[in-house]
């Protein structure tokens, strides 16, 4: 984050205006800037097809539900910089011409939700009719509800389910109207372009990590991308906890990848570290408990209404049970490949399609575990 | 085809709207897909029409991918196939524990075997319970379901309804009632088109569940209301054991009503008639007959009547419930063989004002718009009319015209269900139609909203009902009609704000001594603001049963020859002589309600009743039965005992629908061709069989082999009818008259540059009373009318006892107001009666029933509605005013 600690006049929203829309979408353009919920799509981009999708009315929401395990970077930056995080969002719907502003936030986020308020309430007296209201809406909880279909859905009144695409919510959201989705920590980098250009941005692009697990110093790190694990596991967490070894990471939370002490070293760029989360853990982990805790996690998660991601998910921690019991491991292992390849390439949202990749990838890097059970001392994480 | 994509290295066209699996099928490429079906939204959760598109990361949904120029598509790669059979097995690994063989025959089962699937492959916690719930018709057996989601969302978008919705998260989802009641606890109709859509079995109906799918399908056209929707018989051993709906139907595109889906049992009812039966002394019993004594009886009573009073004193009545090919002969019968033109048909007691009403403004008596085009009108006007009850998949496409924003305006008495969606709902006293609608276009003129240049340009008299309408303001009419001015006023600007507002009416209009009256009065309407000669307006008569445009179409009339030729024209006349080969009469006969006048007064001998039941149906009936009594012979073609039967000379077993071919036309005047879908059951004739040999018997060959050599007959007489053929209607799946010629394509819209008569005529008409008013003796007023699942006198659908499950008896519909003046609750008995008659019948206190009025269907045998109603009829078609009774009730003690 930039070293300048505005928080309360708004600086950024008023100067956007003088620039205009077209202006405001320019410069978000050429910054680069990228989504920072994962998936790494350049925001600019977005924000012009809602700009200028055929539609009366169109809408904005920030996405505060952060529910991908390990990641607590957005709590964070609403507890703390409410009022940045506020301006992002006006900035936006100002941009896109929007109808009405939505924060979208977890209904466990408490203490954010009170800060978010009065921020809300001093913007939109700042603003004095100059942009949207902005509704702060509790989400009843679910992961899907990250999920930007599902989110819609869920703000409509409608069950939490991921539509399919096309038609994107850029072009038909809420209600059917165009509507920009971004995340928090997209939202909260757009004052700082507008104060300091799209070119300072270029060359301060930091992305927030929240690093968990088995280290001294759990918390949330910025660092640029091309950052390494080894930098935040030992330069910003504090190394690992009770002295024991470094066995593997799961980067971008329960849906990214492993990262194993080999990796440690390799530059993390946008595509890889996805959302930010790292959770680290130690020699004491058992690969297949691990496996087991993400099954058990997407399982309860899936939605149910693509049949792969319904069946997919609750029948994988049934396989990797009969792992664990050491029965048919070679059959159940090969069930696990098929329905990883089918759930990766048929699901229809994302969840569905990266719910194996964990698990996948903690049999092929660590097949011991996978076949010879019960070796490791359990500790779950 | 504008573009192209490339699916398996051959190159295919694309549409606008195109999927990838639309434009694949059209390739004659075949993607299998569970959760897809053309008319509703894709929802992409089945996952199996997964394809293989160059550059994309995962498969792609084929069902909800549009289709985009230079695609690059495969559908069958090992990729494709391997995530397919994954997918399936995990879905049937989800279901209740069984093998694939349980699903055979159904579309999921046939995707298991295709891609070898035989077991559960996959472990699961929560394998589904089995919790059948059976009946009344369907049974659900959610253990069974994949999920695909079909059934509720073609509840929910299709017939507007939510009975079920889905319940839980993940593998614990299901579909549900609200709190898993039982079907006849929800807003469920039993139309069953969820149960058609399923593809696991997990809605099933209960002759499916019983006797499987049948051996043999056969398209034909359902037998019920002037609808017309496509059906699929299902054919075992012979027998008819279930329908489906016909998705390739133009009309119905596959949707049902409870009837038209399930009460067919009685195609196979012990009680059909199977042998003719002669009563051969006044007075004595009704004896089994051969076929050729029966025959050869009535000829001989028909020789000696005729030869005795002339034949004038014989008078035919055609049916609306038989194919357009018996009507014609029936009427060349009568015509022809008899030498009369006393022959009508039940339009008569329906919807003949239509026909002089409308011919009277447009110079043709018929529906001017087609159904299809509901769906995509602006605002829809229904005017005594409950098509939610009594044409339920017409309610079907309103209701999904609204749900897309289009304006709802209700005129009808009684709290309807489209009344309670609409956005203007007038409820008006029963029959002042009139006032309402001069109300109306009152306003329209008052406010400028009419369509000058049309008026100018199409139509003549318009000064002259402007000069009548300015003595109609909104005020002045509310004191008639007792709707208040403002909605009047809401009405007409609502309606006068589109060219695409379409006017869709019933017998609340026209069963009225101002029945013609209404009508013109509709007419004037449309003309005003130009909302005719165009899509998604006109107006629009829903024709209450199934060929009941098809019986007037023929000719089955007393005053026209097929396509509405009359027969007082010396030139029509002349062309009729020449290919009957004999004279026929010119002069206009009797319309069936003046029969009975005939019959007291000694003129009318004998009555030969081709399917229809007077003596449940007609008005008054304590006086209709006086007459049949009174007859010399009364000969009826029936398949059932009913009502005049019992009072018949001679009875002839008809065969049902299911047992010939034939045409019906509907509502829309869509000609369509209905097939023989199983043998007539032993002993009975298919009714232009027995009109044939009665005829010969008379002394008048007619040579037809099949109902289509009638068919050309018809289409050679009548210029209306030239271009349709039965080539063309297997092949095009239906044609609305006017068809002239072979090349000609139907005329779904009609008067689009012209009216027949050049111009379109306005009528000054006058608003009359009802014939009977409430009054201190009588208080309250009578509206009589159908039930869903019922039909007309209950013939057949009595005979269903699953329908009987559903709605068992009749109820007199009383408002709460006047049930507490009455002491009468729900469930109570009560004795209705009139000037004319009584009945007792179950009292059901709703607000559906406004203050003063009261309902009764006419569906129930042991509840003669008709014994009530009354004598009025419509001054120039004759038609009696059902509507309208004055009639009091007591509640019977016990």
Same mark, same amino acid.
């Not at chain 2, 897909?33 to 996952?47: E, I, N, W």
């Not at chain 2, 009680?271 to 006044?282: E, Q, T």
């Not at chain 2, 019968?333 to 919807?351: E, F, K, P, Q, S």
């Not at chain 2, 014994?867 to 016990?894: C, H, M, N």
């Given at each position: 984050?930039?070293?300048?600690?505005?928080?309360?006049?708004?600086?950024?929203?008023?100067?956007?205006?003088?620039?205009?829309?077209?202006?405001?979408?320019?410069?978000?353009?050429?910054?680069?800037?990228?989504?920072?919920?994962?998936?790494?799509?350049?925001?600019?981009?977005?924000?012009?097809?809602? $700009?200028?999708?055929?539609?009366?009315?169109?809408?904005?929401?920030?996405?505060?539900?952060?529910?991908?395990?390990?990641?607590?970077?957005?709590?964070?930056?609403?507890?703390?910089?409410?009022?940045?995080?506020?301006?992002?969002?006006?900035?936006?719907?100002?941009?896109?011409?929007?109808?009405?502003?939505?924060?979208?936030?977890?209904?466990?986020?408490?203490?954010?939700?009170?800060?978010? $308020?009065?921020?809300?309430?001093?913007?939109?007296?700042?603003?004095?009719?100059?942009?949207?209201?902005?509704?702060?809406?509790?989400?009843?909880?679910?992961?899907?509800?990250?999920?930007?279909?599902?989110?819609?859905?869920?703000? $409509?009144?409608?069950?939490?389910?991921?539509?399919?695409?096309?038609?994107?919510?850029?072009?038909?959201?809420?209600?059917?109207?165009?509507?920009?989705?971004?995340?928090?920590?997209?939202?909260?980098?757009?004052?700082?372009?507008?104060?300091?250009?799209?070119?300072?941005?270029?060359?301060?692009?930091?992305?927030?990590?929240?690093?968990?697990?088995?280290?001294?110093?759990?918390?949330?790190? $910025?660092?640029?991308?091309?950052?390494?694990?080894?930098?935040?596991?030992?330069?910003?967490?504090?190394?690992?906890?009770?002295?024991?070894?470094?066995?593997?990471?799961?980067?971008?939370?329960?849906?990214?990848?492993?990262?194993?002490?080999?990796?440690?070293?390799?530059?993390?760029?946008?595509?890889?570290?996805?959302?930010?989360?790292?959770?680290?853990?130690?020699?004491?982990?058992?690969?297949?408990?691990?496996?087991?805790?993400?099954?058990?996690?997407?399982?309860?998660?899936?939605?149910?209404?693509?049949?792969?991601?319904?069946?997919?998910?609750?029948?994988?921690?049934?396989?990797?049970?009969?792992?664990?019991?050491?029965?048919?491991?070679?059959?159940?292992?090969?069930?696990?490949?098929?329905?990883?390849?089918?759930?990766?390439?048929?699901?229809?949202?994302?969840?569905?399609?990266?719910?194996?990749?964990?698990?996948?990838?903690?049999?092929?890097?660590?097949?011991?575990?996978?076949?010879?059970?019960?070796?490791?001392?359990?500790?779950?994480? | 085809?504008?573009?192209?994509?490339?699916?398996?290295?051959?190159?295919?066209?694309?549409?606008?709207?195109?999927?990838?699996?639309?434009?694949?099928?059209?390739?004659?490429?075949?993607?299998? +897909?569970?959760?897809?079906?053309?008319?509703?939204?894709?929802?992409?959760?089945?996952?199996?029409?997964?394809?293989?598109?160059?550059?994309?990361?995962?498969?792609?949904?084929s069902c909800a991918m549009p289709a985009v120029a230079g695609m690059?598509?495969?559908?069958?790669?090992?990729?494709?196939?391997?995530?397919?059979?994954?997918?399936?097995?995990?879905?049937?690994?989800?279901?209740?524990?069984?093998?694939?063989?349980?699903?055979?025959?159904?579309?999921?089962? =046939?995707?298991?075997?295709?891609?070898?699937?035989?077991?559960?492959?996959?472990? =699961?916690?929560?394998?589904?319970?089995?919790?059948?719930?059976?009946?009344?018709?369907?049974?659900?057996?959610?253990?069974?379901?994949?999920?695909?989601?079909?059934?509720?969302?073609?509840?929910?978008?299709?017939?507007?309804?939510?009975?079920?919705?889905?319940?839980?998260?993940?593998?614990?989802?299901?579909?549900?009632?609200?709190?898993?009641?039982?079907?006849?606890?929800?807003?469920?109709?039993? &139309?069953?088109?969820?149960? =058609? !859509?399923?593809?696991?079995? +997990?809605?099933?109906?209960?002759?499916?569940?019983?006797?499987?799918?049948?051996?043999?399908?056969?398209?034909?056209?359902?037998?019920?209301?002037?609808?017309?929707?496509? @059906?699929?018989?299902?054919?075992?051993?012979?027998?008819?054991?279930?329908?489906?709906?016909?998705?390739?139907?133009?009309?119905?595109?596959?949707?049902?009503?409870?009837?038209?889906?399930?009460?067919?049992?009685?195609?196979?009812?012990?009680?059909?008639?199977?042998?003719?039966?002669?009563?051969?002394?006044?007075?004595?019993?009704?004896?089994?007959?051969?076929?050729?004594?029966?025959?050869?009886?009535?000829?001989?009573? %028909?020789?000696?009547?005729? *030869?005795?009073?002339?034949?004038?004193?014989?008078?035919?009545?055609?049916?609306?419930? &038989?194919?357009?090919?018996?009507?014609?002969?029936?009427?060349?019968?009568?015509?022809?063989?008899?030498?009369?033109?006393?022959?009508?048909?039940?339009?008569? !007691?329906?919807?003949?004002?239509?026909?002089?009403?409308?011919?009277?403004?447009?110079?043709?008596?018929?529906?001017?718009?087609?159904?299809?085009?509901?769906?995509?009108?602006?605002?829809?006007?229904?005017?005594?009319?409950?098509?939610? /009850?009594?044409?339920?998949?017409?309610?079907?496409?309103?209701?999904?015209?609204?749900?897309?924003?289009?304006?709802? @305006? %209700?005129?009808?008495?009684?709290?309807?269900?489209?009344?309670?969606?609409?956005?203007?709902?007038?409820?008006?006293?029963?029959?002042?139609?009139?006032?309402?609608?001069?109300?109306?276009?009152?306003?329209?003129?008052?406010?400028?909203?009419?369509?000058?240049?049309?008026?100018?340009?199409?139509?003549?008299?318009y000064d002259a009902v402007k000069k009548m309408a300015m003595r109609?303001?909104?005020?002045?009419?509310?004191?008639?009609?007792? %709707?208040?001015?403002?909605?009047?006023?809401?009405?007409?600007?609502?309606?006068?704000?589109?060219?695409?507002?379409?006017?869709?009416?019933?017998?609340?209009?026209?069963?009225?001594?101002?029945?013609?009256?209404?009508?013109?009065?509709?007419?004037?309407?449309?003309?005003?603001?130009?909302?005719?000669?165009?899509?998604?307006?006109?107006?629009?008569?829903?024709?209450? =049963?199934?060929?009941?445009?098809?019986?007037?179409?023929?000719?089955?009339?007393?005053?026209?020859?097929?396509?509405?030729?009359?027969?007082?024209?010396?030139? %029509?006349?002349?062309?009729?002589?020449?290919?009957?080969?004999?004279?026929?009469?010119?002069?206009?006969?009797?319309?069936?309600?003046?029969?009975? *006048?005939?019959?007291?007064?000694?003129?009318?001998?004998?009555?030969?009743?081709?399917?229809?039941?007077?003596?449940?149906?007609?008005?008054?009936?304590?006086? !209709?039965?006086?007459?049949?009594?009174?007859?010399?012979?009364?000969?009826?073609?029936?398949?059932?005992?009913?009502?005049?039967?019992?009072?018949?000379?001679? #009875?002839?077993?008809?065969?049902?629908?299911?047992?010939?071919?034939?045409?019906?036309?509907?509502?829309?005047?869509?000609?369509?061709?209905?097939?023989? !879908?199983?043998?007539?059951?032993?002993?009975?004739?298919?009714?232009?069989?027995?009109?044939?040999?009665?005829?010969?018997?008379?002394?008048?060959?007619?040579?037809?082999?099949?109902?289509?050599?009638?068919?050309?007959? @018809?289409?050679?007489?009548?210029?209306?009818?030239?271009? @349709?053929?039965?080539?063309?209607?297997?092949?095009?799946?239906?044609?609305?008259?006017?068809?002239?010629?072979?090349?000609?394509?139907?005329?779904?819209?009609?008067?689009?540059?012209?009216?027949?008569?050049?111009?379109?005529?306005?009528?000054? #008409?006058?608003?009359?009373?009802?014939?009977?008013?409430?009054?201190? /003796?009588?208080?309250?007023?009578?509206?009589?009318?159908?039930?869903?699942?019922?039909?007309?006198?209950?013939?057949?659908?009595?005979?269903?006892?699953?329908?009987?499950? #559903? &709605?068992?008896?009749?109820?007199?519909?009383?408002?709460?107001?006047?049930?507490?003046?009455?002491?009468?609750?729900?469930?109570?008995?009560?004795?209705?009666?009139?000037?004319?008659?009584?009945?007792?019948?179950?009292?059901?206190?709703?607000?559906?029933?406004?203050?003063?009025?009261?309902?009764?269907s006419f569906h129930f045998d042991d509840v003669l509605t008709n014994?009530?109603?009354?004598?009025?009829?419509?001054?120039?078609?004759?038609?009696?005013?059902?509507?309208?009774?004055?009639?009091?009730?007591?509640?019977?003690?016990?």
């Open positions: 984050m930039s070293a300048s600690s505005r928080s309360s006049a708004f600086e950024a929203f008023f100067r956007a205006l003088s620039m205009g829309r077209e202006g405001v979408i320019k410069e978000i353009e050429a910054s680069g800037l990228r989504g920072m919920g994962g998936a790494g799509f350049p925001a600019g981009r977005k924000w012009r097809t809602v $700009a200028e999708a055929p539609s009366e009315v169109r809408y904005a929401v920030m996405n505060a539900d952060e529910g991908e395990p390990g990641t607590f970077k957005d709590k964070y930056l609403m507890e703390n910089h409410p009022g940045r995080v506020v301006e992002g969002l006006m900035i936006a719907a100002y941009a896109v011409n929007a109808e009405r502003a939505y924060i979208y936030i977890r209904h466990e986020y408490a203490r954010a939700y009170r800060a978010l $308020a009065k921020a809300r309430d001093r913007a939109m007296a700042a603003a004095d009719g100059r942009v949207c209201d902005i509704e702060i809406f509790r989400s009843a909880g679910g992961y899907i509800c990250g999920e930007e279909s599902a989110l819609l859905e869920s703000l $409509a009144g409608e069950r939490a389910e991921p539509l399919v695409r096309p038609p994107f919510p850029a072009v038909s959201g809420l209600y059917g109207k165009p509507t920009l989705v971004n995340n928090v920590e997209t939202l909260v980098n757009t004052p700082d372009i507008i104060m300091n250009g799209a070119d300072w941005y270029k060359d301060n692009v930091k992305k927030l990590f929240s690093v968990s697990g088995d280290v001294r110093k759990p918390g949330v790190f $910025a660092r640029p991308p091309g950052a390494t694990l080894r930098e935040l596991v030992y330069e910003d967490a504090g190394g690992m906890k009770n002295g024991h070894a470094f066995r593997f990471a799961i980067v971008g939370g329960y849906s990214g990848k492993v990262l194993t002490a080999g990796e440690m070293d390799e530059p993390l760029e946008f595509g890889e570290f996805g959302n930010g989360a790292v959770i680290v853990l130690d020699e004491s982990r058992n690969a297949l408990e691990t496996a087991q805790n993400v099954a058990e996690f997407f399982a309860g998660e899936s939605c149910g209404k693509c049949a792969p991601c319904r069946g997919g998910t609750s029948s994988m921690p049934l396989l990797l049970a009969e792992i664990k019991a050491g029965r048919k491991t070679g059959g159940a292992r090969a069930l696990i490949r098929r329905l990883s390849n089918a759930m990766r390439d048929t699901s229809l949202c994302g969840l569905g399609q990266t719910a194996p990749n964990v698990v996948e990838e903690l049999i092929d890097k660590y097949p011991h575990d996978f076949m010879d059970s019960g070796k490791r001392r359990p500790r779950s994480i | 085809m504008k573009y192209e994509i490339e699916i398996n290295g051959a190159k295919a066209g694309i549409r606008d709207g195109d999927t990838i699996l639309t434009a694949a099928r059209r390739a004659g490429v075949r993607i299998p +897909a569970l959760c897809h079906d053309s008319r509703l939204k894709p929802s992409g959760v089945c996952r199996v029409c997964v394809v293989e598109v160059e550059g994309a990361k995962s498969l792609v949904a690059r598509i495969k559908t069958d790669s090992a990729r494709v196939a391997e995530a397919r059979k994954t997918v399936l097995e995990l879905m049937l690994s989800e279901l209740s524990p069984g093998e694939a063989a349980k699903y055979k025959g159904t579309d999921f089962g =046939q995707l298991l075997k295709e891609y070898g699937i035989r077991k559960q492959a996959f472990p =699961q916690k929560r394998r589904r319970k089995n919790s059948d719930k059976r009946g009344p018709l369907i049974t659900q057996s959610y253990e069974s379901c994949i999920l695909c989601r079909k059934c509720f969302m073609t509840c929910s978008t299709r017939v507007m309804r939510s009975v079920t919705g889905l319940v839980g998260k993940g593998a614990a989802t299901t579909i549900s009632t609200p709190g898993g009641a039982p079907l006849l606890e929800t807003e469920c109709e039993f &139309c069953g088109n969820c149960v =058609q !859509v399923c593809p696991t079995g +997990a809605l099933i109906e209960d002759w499916k569940r019983k006797s499987g799918p049948g051996t043999r399908r056969a398209k034909t056209i359902c037998t019920y209301c002037g609808t017309g929707c496509g @059906i699929v018989a299902h054919v075992k051993g012979g027998k008819v054991i279930g329908v489906e709906g016909d998705v390739d139907n133009p009309v119905s595109h596959g949707d049902l009503c409870v009837k038209g889906r399930f009460a067919f049992d009685f195609v196979h009812h012990r009680d059909r008639l199977r042998y003719p039966m002669i009563r051969r002394r006044k007075g004595g019993r009704l004896v089994r007959a051969t076929w050729a004594e029966a025959l050869d009886f009535i000829a001989a009573k %028909v020789r000696d009547i005729k *030869d005795a009073h002339g034949p004038d004193a014989i008078a035919g009545v055609s049916s609306s419930r &038989c194919s357009n090919e018996e009507n014609y002969v029936m009427s060349k019968l009568m015509r022809a063989a008899i030498g009369t033109n006393n022959i009508d048909n039940c339009a008569r !007691v329906c919807h003949a004002p239509s026909v002089t009403g409308l011919a009277a403004s447009f110079g043709s008596g018929a529906a001017t718009n087609s159904l299809e085009e509901i769906e995509g009108a602006e605002v829809i006007f229904v005017i005594g009319s409950n098509p939610a /009850e009594a044409h339920p998949v017409i309610a079907l496409k309103i209701k999904r015209a609204v749900s897309r924003g289009a304006k709802l @305006i %209700v005129a009808d008495p009684r709290m309807t269900e489209l009344a309670e969606m609409a956005d203007v709902h007038l409820g008006l006293r029963a029959g002042t139609n009139v006032a309402l609608v001069n109300g109306m276009l009152n306003v329209v003129i008052e406010e400028n909203l009419t369509d000058d240049e049309f008026i100018a340009r199409r139509t003549q008299n109609y303001p909104p005020e002045a009419v509310s004191r008639l009609t007792g %709707v208040a001015a403002e909605d009047i006023r809401r009405a007409a600007r609502t309606y006068a704000a589109s060219r695409k507002a379409m006017i869709l009416y019933g017998l609340g209009i026209t069963e009225h001594v101002s029945g013609t009256n209404n009508v013109k009065a509709l007419a004037n309407l449309v003309m005003a603001t130009g909302s005719v000669g165009r899509p998604s307006a006109g107006v629009n008569p829903l024709r209450g =049963q199934n060929n009941v445009q098809g019986a007037c179409d023929m000719g089955a009339l007393p005053n026209v020859f097929p396509g509405y030729q009359p027969v007082a024209d010396e030139a %029509v006349r002349a062309k009729f002589e020449k290919k009957y080969g004999l004279p026929l009469p010119g002069e206009v006969g009797l319309k069936t309600t003046e029969y009975y *006048d005939a019959i007291e007064n000694g003129e009318l001998k004998a009555l030969l009743i081709m399917a229809m039941d007077p003596a449940a149906t007609d008005p008054n009936l304590n006086r !209709v039965r006086e007459c049949l009594k009174k007859l010399d012979l009364l000969v009826v073609f029936e398949i059932f005992p009913t009502e005049t039967a019992k009072f018949a000379d001679v #009875i002839l077993p008809g065969a049902s629908f299911a047992e010939k071919d034939g045409t019906f036309t509907n509502a829309e005047r869509r000609v369509q061709l209905f097939r023989k !879908v199983i043998n007539p059951l032993p002993g009975v004739k298919p009714d232009w069989k027995i009109v044939k040999e009665l005829s010969r018997r008379l002394g008048y060959k007619m040579d037809y082999k099949s109902p289509e050599d009638i068919w050309n007959e @018809i289409a050679a007489l009548a210029p209306d009818f030239a271009g @349709i053929t039965y080539q063309r209607l297997e092949n095009e799946g239906g044609l609305c008259w006017p068809c002239p010629d072979k090349a000609h394509p139907g005329t779904p819209v009609m008067y689009e540059v012209s009216f027949p008569t050049g111009l379109g005529r306005f009528n000054d #008409i006058p608003d009359i009373s009802p014939k009977e008013t409430p009054d201190r /003796e009588y208080p309250l007023t009578l509206i009589t009318g159908r039930r869903r699942e019922h039909y007309n006198d209950g013939s057949m659908t009595r005979r269903s006892p699953a329908l009987m499950d #559903i &709605c068992p008896r009749e109820e007199l519909e009383i408002n709460p107001a006047d049930a507490r003046r009455s002491r009468v609750k729900t469930g109570d008995r009560v004795r209705v009666s009139s000037r004319r008659g009584e009945v007792v019948v179950h009292a059901k206190v709703t607000r559906r029933s406004p203050p003063g009025s009261v309902f009764l014994d009530l109603t009354s004598e009025g009829v419509d001054f120039l078609a004759g038609t009696p005013e059902y509507k309208v009774s004055a009639v009091r009730i007591v509640k019977v003690k016990r």
